[in-house]
């Protein structure tokens, strides 16, 4: 499919606010039990054993290749729901893997696979084309119930007849995030399954949480992590240019309820303050929607990995600004040294950035490495707490 200049539009609408009509009626859930249902499953060869080598650029210039390896017996389990990617025509997405799930399960779930079994059900999700047409004015019956049930009925199937008793890091991205933030309210907050919750990472939306304080909001049982030992605790941010701020018009890092702010954790520095991340990124930008990214290195030769890791070159700080709290991202430029200066992440439309939708595109791999290596530390410390 050529990607046409509204379907460019659409693909930008990752965490739309929840203004698409619901259906009254919602479909039988898919069954689960079926492999086709699952966009990825452990041992086998799909989107998230998708290859995750990356070049190492140096502020030299220097460029090194990481080789990935998977875990060869991961001892915890990584439940992922994916973000608005569908180009399916429907309101609702099919049960049919597109290339766009697939890549973006590449770029954000599968290096997880590092340390854990990675878990990642299709679901009926609301679609890119019925997020343009709402914003375009159009009525559109779009079933967010859908999406919600067939999540939730992968969650209760993979604890029924996978979990066996292992910890579960739920991990999530936009849409995927405000559907896990519904399961725990809905599912896992206060009940059994809570003791299963390694921690939870839903990035890119909006978790509300009292000003001043760590749990409650949203999430009532699930307070922020505040350090990496930590447990059935969350990490949740929205990411903006620490020199492009929210306008007023922003959809992320607010919250309408009174007293009660965009809940952020900075996974480089859950104690606070500001620290420089360990980043991987997309080798020639951050996809449809986004700018191309510039050369890595001025006049040096082309990365041929899909990622790019460059150290020191990114650093991250919750900030409260106004009305708004969300991690502010600094690229530490250095003009005198041979490493690209800027990064692409911006959703760009008809070569214009548009600031209210911050670094969205790139919420997950300014971090990438920090998320992943926080899901093996606490996941080392929730054993050892049931020990």
């Known amino acids: 499919m050529k990607p046409t200049i509204a379907m460019m539009l659409a693909a930008i609408l990752m965490a739309a606010p929840a203004t698409a009509q619901t259906a009254t009626a919602t479909a039988p859930a898919p069954d689960y039990a079926e492999q086709a249902s699952w966009l990825c499953l452990p041992g086998r060869a799909d989107a998230c054993s998708a290859d995750q080598s990356a070049t190492i650029v140096a502020a030299s210039g220097k460029q090194t290749v990481e080789p990935f390896k998977p875990a060869a017996d991961p001892k915890f389990d990584c439940f992922y729901v994916y973000p608005t990617v569908s180009l399916d025509p429907t309101p609702n997405s099919d049960m049919q893997a597109g290339r766009e799930e697939n890549v973006v399960a590449a770029f954000q779930a599968a290096r997880f696979g590092k340390y854990c079994r990675v878990f990642a059900p299709l679901y009926r999700q609301v679609t890119l084309t019925a997020l343009h047409a709402l914003m375009a004015g159009k009525p559109v019956q779009a079933d967010r119930a859908l999406a919600y049930g067939d999540v939730k009925a992968a969650w209760h199937h993979y604890l029924d007849r996978e979990n066996k008793g292992r910890g579960v890091v739920l991990i999530g991205h936009s849409q995927g995030s405000g559907v896990l933030k519904q399961l725990i309210a809905d599912e896992i907050d206060g009940k059994p399954a809570s003791a299963r919750i390694i921690s939870a990472m839903l990035l890119g939306t909006n978790v509300a949480v009292p000003e001043g304080k760590t749990v409650g909001g949203d999430l009532k049982g699930f307070p922020l992590c505040t350090s990496a030992g930590q447990t059935g605790c969350l990490i949740t941010y929205v990411t903006f240019r620490a020199d492009s701020p929210p306008p007023e018009g922003s959809r992320f890092g607010v919250v309408p309820q009174p007293g009660m702010i965009a809940a952020c954790t900075n996974p480089a520095a859950l104690g606070g303050g500001k620290a420089v991340t360990d980043n991987y990124?997309?080798?020639?930008?951050?996809?449809?929607?986004?700018?191309?990214?510039?050369?890595?290195?001025?006049?040096?030769?082309?990365?041929?990995?899909?990622?790019?890791?460059?150290?020191?070159?990114?650093?991250?700080?919750?900030?409260?600004?106004?009305?708004?709290?969300?991690l502010a991202v600094t690229v530490n430029a250095d003009p005198a040294d041979p490493r690209t200066d800027t990064i692409a992440g911006d959703v760009v439309i008809l070569n214009k950035i548009l600031p209210d939708w911050g670094l969205h595109l790139i919420d997950m791999p300014v971090a990438m490495g920090n998320l992943v290596e926080l899901s093996n530390v606490q996941a080392k410390a929730w054993a050892a707490k049931r020990r």
């Open 281 to 326: 990124l997309g080798t020639r930008g951050a996809g449809l929607g986004s700018g191309i990214q510039a050369p890595w290195v001025k006049d040096g030769p082309a990365v041929t990995t899909p990622f790019v890791k460059a150290p020191g070159l990114l650093s991250a700080e919750c900030v409260r600004r106004g009305k708004f709290s969300y």
